[in-house]
């Protein structure tokens, strides 16, 4: 991956000089800075911490393809006639390896390996660091977090790529990296969180924005699911189970000023307040002011309104269920600038998760408002659906697990006798109203093998399209893939 480490080996050392103070560089000298000299303060080992989370607040993740790309993947969201045609691709199926955010996503996430890759090879330096300027708890809280956010790029990878470079170490030259099987990849992922779980602090100990312990039993469990271990996902979600709870509110997961709530166990954080100027050419290196997504904008009914709630996931929410109305925005609701008259374009409804529009007239196009990567009614599904799976399961606590989702919503429990077929269709049905545009929909389809059913009558080709082409850019770079290597169809 000759690309990977000619660039990002000069971006960890800018990144490195970028996010140091001035009284730093009074202990070296700086054209001379490397990880022999750098790694002597808190504040440094901070610093190159921060840098991975970094590439989470690109236009490749978290600030717009991410969104995009998922929502409009599973049919959660359908385009309007303004909608680009970059992101049309994702709705016709029609993208392929020259795609540019494909590109990006790969990018960003690389990018952020490498960053957590040299603080974890680093892990040595940093504990020569007395004591008195960095204790020993804190030193291993840094390297978790490191090791958190490899695993996290690593599985936003695997389930997007199949197999790909599994890269631990920084490159010492150009030798380029082939891919690694995805059993491989999920592996390194395992023994991250593993790793992490155990270093990283109680999320009331850590700052708002990072990782912590129960975000890394969290991601475990998920990845042991996606795996179909399902005795190992309980374990790890049995670790956090009833050390966080529902909002009683279920719009406080989205509105900006309710965020790490009781709810939240992982969240990509914004902040509109701290700067946006570098956001449109931040494609994927995670550099300077580019704290805002789009979502905002890109979804408004009052702005661009470029992605509308696609009418046949309305018509799946049940009578009464609360989520229906604060999932969506219809004619006659109240928004800061009033009663909404009609939805533009004659559309049924327009979303309302993730806008701005209870509190502002018009989205600014900087959204701060968080994503919620995984929270807490997230686990509890993914909860029901690990002890459903298990030959010898507990049915009725399956069943509890999504009763105290439904609950929260309004709704009546399911009763208690349904078969197991029963209970993971109730899942589906939960998982499908519960975390609508929430990008979880469409990996969901893939990995229980129902993408094909639910999505081939719009251009999805099973065997090719539940994975993404390795980009053209990573094959023309890397002398250790080649065309040959391409994913199926590609």
């Known amino acids: 991956m000759k690309k990977i480490k000619i660039i990002l080996m000069v971006f960890v050392t800018l990144f490195v000089v970028n996010g140091c103070e001035e009284e730093d560089f ?47 993947m599973s049919r959660e969201a359908l385009g309007n006639p303004q909608l680009e045609a970059d992101k049309r691709v994702y709705l016709e199926w029609s993208f392929d390896a020259s795609h540019p955010p494909i590109s990006w996503y790969w990018d960003s996430c690389y990018r952020g390996i490498n960053k957590a890759n040299f603080v974890i090879n680093n892990e040595e330096r940093i504990n020569e660091i007395p004591n008195s ?30 197999d790909i470079p599994l890269i631990t170490d920084i490159p010492d030259d150009g030798s380029g990296f082939p891919r690694s099987p995805q059993a491989e990849v999920y592996d390194q992922i395992i023994t991250d969180l593993n790793d992490a779980s155990q270093s990283l602090w109680e999320k009331e100990r850590t700052e708002d924005g990072r990782a912590t312990q129960g975000a890394a039993y969290a991601l475990l469990g998920k990845t042991h699911l996606y795996r179909e271990q399902y005795g190992e996902a309980l374990t790890a979600f049995n670790n956090i189970y009833g050390e966080y709870s529902l909002e009683e509110d279920y719009f ?32 994927a290196a995670g550099e300077d002011a580019n704290e805002v997504t789009f979502r905002g904008q890109e979804y408004g009914f009052n702005d661009w309104f470029n992605a509308y709630p696609n009418p046949e996931l309305l018509d799946e929410y049940e009578e009464g269920d609360i989520r229906y109305d604060e999932t969506f925005y219809f004619e006659g609701d109240t928004f ?19 806008q701005n529009y209870y509190k502002d007239v018009n989205e600014d196009m900087a959204s701060g408002i968080n994503f919620k990567v995984i929270r807490y009614a997230d686990v509890l599904l993914m909860m029901a659906e690990a002890e459903n799976a298990l030959v010898d399961g507990d049915k009725s606590q399956a069943i509890g697990y999504i009763n105290q989702v439904r609950d ?22 939960e998982r499908m109203v519960e975390l609508a545009g929430e ?25 090719k399209n539940e994975i993404w082409p390795i980009p053209n850019d990573e094959i023309s770079a890397n002398d250790g893939i080649s065309q040959e290597d391409q994913n199926p169809g590609y």
Not at 151 to 157: G, N, S, T
Not at 447 to 463: C, H, N, V
């Open 26 to 72: 009074e202990l070296t000298n700086p054209s001379g800075l490397s990880p022999e000299t750098y790694f002597r303060t808190e504040a440094q080992v901070q610093s190159a911490v921060n840098a991975v989370y970094a590439n989470l607040q690109t236009i490749g993740l978290y600030t717009r393809t991410y969104f995009f790309a998922m929502d409009l």
């Open 336 to 354: 800061a600038g009033g009663v909404i008259e009609e939805i533009p374009l004659e559309r049924r409804a327009a979303w309302r998760k993730y």
């Open 133 to 162: 300027l960095l204790n020993e708890e804190a030193k291993a809280k840094f390297i978790g977090e490191a090791k958190y956010m490899r695993a996290f790029y690593y599985f936003l990878l695997v389930t997007r790529f199949g």
């Open 408 to 429: 929260r919503a309004g709704l009546e429990d399911l009763p208690d006798d349904l078969s197991q077929e029963e209970i993971f269709d109730a899942i589906v049905q």
């Open 439 to 463: 990008q979880v929909r469409f990996p969901d389809l893939v990995r229980w093998g129902l993408a094909a059913d639910y999505l081939s009558e719009y251009g999805f080709q099973a065997g």
């Open 252 to 283: 406080a997961n989205f509105r900006e000023e309710d965020e790490f709530g009781p709810e939240s166990i992982f969240e990509v954080q914004f902040d509109d307040d701290m700067g946006n100027s570098a956001v449109w050419n931040s494609n």
